[in-house]
């Protein structure tokens, strides 16, 4: 392999313009490890817990083997500890105003920062992945996450009266996911105001060295608890009756297996399943384009599963012959070899892998591996019968799954057609057709030629059994709030109120009761703003009466004038910005405007 082999002379690196190792040093991560006695317990209320008599997991290099630390491995009585010493923080972490929890996390955030290179070396040296995806993607973001969720609390009294933090919320990460993914939900819980008990997976020290520096600003110890324990402590930390809610990152049947668990119990779930993808390929695609988005959203080390690949059959040879092609020069090796383009994963993984693409060589499926991986080669899997229990089953990394499609209706038949709903790509250059697409596809979330950005300010999730949970955005906040109580009843409105002579100036266009719902939905943005500002011309127009009927109620005159008067505008406003925006609602951040579409179910 081009990037482990020896060079004698810098000519011959010129002559022949292939990569040599750049590797990063993990002096900084052994020392950290050295720091603990290769030794990690539990980091809990602020401070490491290594009880005795506890089992330990050893923590391996993926490539070498070598021993790096033991993880000790939690029982139900440090489950308990956690989550008691979360609760206890609550009571002092609720109360304080949203700029002082803004405060503690922009300082965890420039925590982050100085201890950056400690964080994605110990990443890149326990899970094998490449350190460059860490090191430019993972750490910035988690960064990013702190400061953008500081802003939120700031302005938390303010955007979000009426809602208060649920209180202690569980976290279960499954292997499959990592650090990063346990910040984009922390980052929201921490910022409103609840408490946080992780459970991480065995052999995972970073989650534990976040914990700790969370914990050295020394302020509010136990508002970060990171325990590491088998997938059995997962239903004994959900079935807490502190814990308010549970978030697992995981498989569908785990996810399922802890649906069952909490049924008929207090606690809200939610789920994030499965890390599968798909790609769809038009005609009208840069192919170029499309085959390195590919690439990246099949054999970067930020994803976590496969790919189905979906390309129109117009430009299938071209774009099957560049993409075998680059799959030859993709480079796999150790993780904290700076030239790599693929890390390492665990056995399990790689066992998942062979057992799927076995499978689907059994079922009839051509199978292109090219590349060179001390993990398992990039695989690209073809030609596999739409009748084959693969062509159901889910994708594992680093397997793409390639089918000719058709018409752009085949192309939305296939890809609705699987279980799974938790992203996906279009590519195409006319915009309008891959708007098109991407509204057809039911999926949590859609990116238009390009695949996996990730926006602090956008929210991102999934649908069907990918799950319904959400992060990111507004969106990620109300995951861990809920209503501060049943709202107060108006002391101007009696109880015997006419609702049906109270609501005459509603234009009779527009209808009401149950069928509501698929006849507004279907109406055009047009006629929707059209239908607002009639509505708001009505008000304007009985101003005097209903004014009236609400001092009758109790109301000051002056104030029920300016109740009207106000209902009345934000009807002109919501119609303009319906007529403005269409179906969507849309975010704009630093790669491009992002489109919130209802789900229609």
């Not at 490890?33 to 539990?42: E, V, Y």
Request: glycine share 10%; proline share 6%; charged share 20%.
């Amino acid at each position: 392999m081009a990037a482990t082999r020896e060079r004698t002379s810098a000519r011959e690196i010129f002559n022949t313009l292939e990569y040599g190792p750049v590797p990063e040093s993990h002096a900084c991560a052994l020392a950290w490890l050295d720091t603990q006695d290769r030794h990690l317990g539990h980091y809990v209320n602020g401070k490491w817990l290594k009880p005795e008599h506890r089992n330990s997991v050893p923590c391996q290099d993926p490539i070498t083997g070598e021993s790096l630390t033991a993880c000790l491995q939690a029982q139900a009585e440090d489950v308990a500890a956690a989550v008691e010493a979360a609760g206890t923080a609550f009571e002092n972490w609720s109360g304080l105003p949203g700029a002082s929890r803004a405060q503690h996390l922009l300082r965890l955030a420039k925590m982050i920062q100085k201890h950056q290179r400690l964080l994605w070396t110990l990443e890149s040296l326990v899970s094998g992945r490449a350190v460059r995806e860490v090191r430019d993607g993972d750490v910035p973001l988690a960064q990013q996450l702190l400061q953008y969720h500081a802003v939120q609390a700031y302005t938390q009294e303010e955007v979000l009266a009426g809602w208060e933090p649920m209180g202690v919320i569980g976290l279960i990460l499954s292997p499959m996911f990592s650090f990063l993914e346990m910040m984009w939900r922390i980052c929201p819980a921490l910022a409103v105001g609840c408490t946080v008990v992780v459970l991480v997976p065995p052999a995972s020290p970073t989650p534990l060295l976040l914990a700790q520096l969370a914990g050295e600003l020394g302020s509010f110890p136990g508002i970060l608890n990171v325990i590491s324990g088998p997938a059995s402590l997962g239903p004994v930390l959900a079935s807490h009756p502190r814990v308010q809610k549970v978030t697992f990152c995981g498989a569908v049947e785990e996810g399922r297996a802890l649906r069952r668990t909490l049924a008929g119990k207090g606690a809200e779930l939610g789920l994030a399943l499965g890390a599968e993808s798909l790609l769809v390929l038009t005609e009208a695609a840069d192919v170029d384009s499309a085959v390195e988005g590919v690439v990246d959203a099949a054999w970067s080390d930020r994803n976590t599963g496969g790919l189905r690949l979906l390309i129109q059959e117009s430009v299938w040879d071209e774009t099957m012959r560049r993409l075998q092609e680059r799959m030859a020069r993709l480079r796999g090796g150790r993780g904290l070899d700076g030239a790599m383009d693929m890390g390492t994963r665990e056995a399990a993984a790689r066992d998942l892998a062979q057992r799927y693409v076995s499978e689907a060589r059994s079922q009839g499926a051509q199978v292109f591996q090219a590349g060179d991986s001390l993990f398992f080669p990039p695989t690209l899997v073809s030609a596999l019968p739409p009748a084959s229990p693969c062509t159901q089953a889910e994708v594992p990394w680093p397997v793409v799954v390639a089918s000719p499609f058709r018409t752009a209706k085949e192309a939305l038949a296939m890809a609705n057609g699987t279980p799974r709903g938790a992203s996906a790509s279009v590519w195409s250059e006319r915009l309008g057709q891959a708007l098109e697409l991407g509204c057809g596809l039911r999926v949590g979330t859609v990116w238009i030629n390009a695949h996996g950005l990730r926006n602090t300010e956008v929210p991102t999730g999934g649908c069907k059994e990918s799950g319904s949970s959400w992060h990111g955005g507004p969106d990620g906040l109300y995951e861990y709030l809920r209503p501060s109580g049943t709202p107060a009843r108006l002391s101007y409105f009696s109880e015997n109120l006419n609702y049906d002579t109270f609501g005459l100036a509603i234009p009779s266009t527009l209808p009401a009761g149950p069928e509501i719902g698929p006849s507004w939905v279907g109406q055009s943005p047009g006629a929707r703003a059209t239908l607002l500002w009639a509505l708001a011309t009505a008000l304007e127009r009985r101003e005097s009466a209903l004014a009236s009927r609400l001092e009758r109620h109790g109301m000051e005159l002056k104030d029920a004038k300016v109740e009207v008067e106000l209902s009345a505008r934000q009807l002109r406003a919501w119609g303009a910005r319906a007529q403005a925006q269409g179906h969507v609602l849309q975010v704009r951040g630093f790669g491009g405007p992002a489109d919130s579409l209802d789900s229609l179910g």
